[in-house]
């Protein structure tokens, strides 16, 4: 594209609206049809320029005023965050006369259109926050989500639309967005749902190139790492391969993954036919870095069928204005993530201990984390709005991820599903039949579907686990390793399957125990107290988050020594602990109690028989 000197006001683009009683017929040139023009004529400023004009067909009556709406969310990341505050400039005109325009609330532009048959309105976005899930602009390249970007007219969320984007010279653009014939730039969309759907990069990316089942797929790459391109495309590649294996097809024309190297960045968020992923730049050190990056790219991409297809009740069509409350984040999410996990696995890229030893540091954080005991899966699932993404130092006390407790479900249901039929069905079986009953027949699903279809495929009723472990907050060790044991294994700490009391023979080897979560000051000052955990000695006896340790038995110490120092303690020995809460000294004596000094493990029961060792097979190396 050609360096464009082009300002607003020259932009040219072509909005036909029909009233919002007309249905929208998507291929028919006479039915609504939406098209934005987003320019970055200044990248400096870090702002995007929008440009929107309205033209009402002849058989339609024109309104008096039009509202125009932005976004407060974005679907994949469950917080409302008022995109509006990013809009500048607003500005609407009816060839070339000003038309007058309020803000009626927070998110809502009123335009006198006064019966124009044609209008336009125009603003800027800033735009200087690289997420997934929000946009930037800068001197070298532009990533915005349109979801934080484009206004929408009201009542028309079912009108298509088209997208043209004026690059910065040299820029190339990727989105997932088809092609608009004929029209360079340009991009359609057929409703606002697919539009904000879709993210667009526009740099002078790296592009790498594949095909499965022959079907093109696209790694657009901005920022320098350290990755091989060779073994990354590859190992992407043998994700996709995977998964599409799972499900036996294809639903899409092409797949794009964006791909943001930076030293500070991290996540992913999910698309129809595309994904945005940041990962650290310098993150592909060693085979645990790969590990993680293909962990991600396979959570984003098993996205497209797990909540861009199989849509959990309120998860769509959408509401752009307020939340959108559901239960079903732990399977949107959770399974997303056991998949994610697994499919690196499945894809021949870890070995089946790798793969191990991350279920056991999840089972391990899960079971370490007081809030398990506080919130189900589906509460955590329901106040993610409020909850999962505004973290305080009571929120390991308080809360779950939906995320870590749904991996450990979703390995449960896999588990008792092969179990009962002898390794005839399993979770694999529930996401299809997800995907064939009500994805391909047009109906999202409710947390009753969701347990009746995992019930199908058990062939028994699972009321017990959901109402224990879904709806409700019942500890999972014992399970677990009852489940884990239908593949031959145990999870087990020091030699002590977790969930199993010990038999008080047995010697373990115990250190002490704390309870507080700490981080050292960037200037080394003091070490503070991050969080506390319920029910711990610190806890229980006055240590509070926020406070600033001095010294541990009247020395100055780092993090690092303060928990060294406690972890050679014996159970019931006392530490003198001093810290500045607020403006005071306090001095505390607190009696330690003991944890025990191994991690989880999950390793082979000592005898198995011929359908543990078939489960475990199919299990991780389908
Ligand atoms: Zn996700």
Not at 56 to 72: F, G, K, R, Y
Request: hydrophobic fraction near 40%; glycine fraction near 8%.
């Amino acid at each position: 594209m050609r360096r464009s000197n082009i300002g607003l006001i020259q932009l040219v683009f072509t909005l036909l609206l029909t009233a919002a009683a007309v249905p929208a017929q998507p291929n028919s040139p006479m039915s609504s049809d939406i098209a934005f023009t987003v320019a970055m004529s200044k990248p400096y400023t870090h702002l995007l320029e929008v440009e929107i004009r309205v033209k009402i067909p002849a058989n339609l009556q024109a309104p008096n005023e039009s509202d125009l709406l932005m976004p407060v969310w974005t679907p994949g990341s469950y917080l409302v965050r008022e995109f509006a505050r990013h809009v500048q400039d607003f500005a609407a005109d009816s060839d070339g006369r000003a038309l007058d325009w309020t803000k009626v609330d927070k998110n809502t532009w009123r335009v006198k259109t006064n019966g124009a048959r044609q209008w336009r309105a125009t603003y800027r976005v800033y735009a200087n926050e690289l997420t997934v899930r929000t946009s930037e602009l800068n001197s070298d390249h532009a990533l915005w989500n349109n979801a934080a970007l484009l206004i929408y007219p009201a009542g028309h969320l079912n009108a298509p639309s088209t997208l043209r984007v004026v690059p910065q010279s040299g820029w190339k653009i990727a989105t997932g967005l088809p092609e608009a014939k004929g029209q360079p730039n340009t991009f359609r969309a057929e409703n606002f749902d697919i539009l904000y759907d879709s993210p667009v990069e526009v740099s002078n990316f790296r592009q790498l190139d594949f095909q499965v089942r022959g079907v093109p797929h696209r790694i657009v790459i901005d920022g320098e790492g350290n990755y091989d391109s060779v073994r990354l495309r590859n190992e992407v590649l043998r994700i996709v391969e995977a998964e599409t294996a799972m499900f036996g097809g294809i639903p899409y024309h092409d797949y794009t993954f964006i791909l943001h190297l930076r030293s500070n960045t991290g996540g992913g968020l999910e698309h129809l036919n595309s994904t945005a992923l940041g990962f650290r730049r310098f993150g592909f050190a060693n085979e645990d870095g790969y590990r993680r990056f293909d962990a991600l790219v396979a959570h984003e991409f098993f996205h497209l069928w797990n909540v861009k297809r199989i849509r959990p009740d309120a998860l769509g069509p959408f509401d752009y204005t307020k939340e959108n409350y559901t239960r079903l984040l732990w399977v949107a999410e959770g399974i997303t993530e056991y998949y994610g996990q697994l499919m690196v696995r499945r894809a021949g890229l870890i070995s089946d201990q790798v793969y191990l030893d991350h279920l056991a540091k999840q089972i391990q954080d899960f079971q370490e984390t007081p809030g398990r005991q506080v919130m189900s899966a589906e509460e955590a699932s329901f106040d993610s709005w409020i909850k999962f993404y505004r973290p305080d130092e009571n929120s390991v006390n308080s809360q779950i991820s939906y995320y870590d407790k749904g991996e450990l479900l979703g390995l449960m249901l896999d588990l008792i599903i092969r179990v009962r039929t002898n390794n005839t069905k399993s979770l694999d079986d529930v996401m299809r039949y997800l995907f064939r009953e009500f994805f391909q027949k047009g109906h999202n699903y409710t947390p009753t579907d969701f347990q009746k279809a995992c019930e199908l495929m058990a062939g028994a009723s699972l009321d017990n686990f959901f109402s224990d472990y879904v709806r409700g907050r019942k500890d999972l060790a014992m399970a677990l390793n009852l489940m884990l044991a239908g593949a031959g294994l145990q999870v087990e700490q020091a030699g002590i399957g977790i969930g199993f009391d010990d038999d008080g023979d047995r010697r373990v080897s115990l250190k002490g125990f704390l309870g507080a979560d700490l981080e050292d000051k960037p200037d080394g000052s003091f070490i503070v107290i991050k969080s506390v955990r319920a029910g711990s000695p610190a806890y229980e006896q006055g240590l509070n988050a926020k406070d600033k340790i001095i010294a541990l038995d009247g020395a100055r110490v780092d993090k690092d020594t303060f928990e060294a120092l406690i972890a050679a303690k014996r159970p019931g020995d006392t530490v003198r602990i001093m810290v500045f809460r607020f403006d005071d000294m306090r001095t505390f004596d607190i009696r330690l109690a003991g944890a025990i000094d191994a991690p989880y493990r999950i390793g082979p029961l000592a005898h198995t028989n011929e359908q543990q060792k078939r489960i475990y097979q199919a299990w991780l190396a389908k």
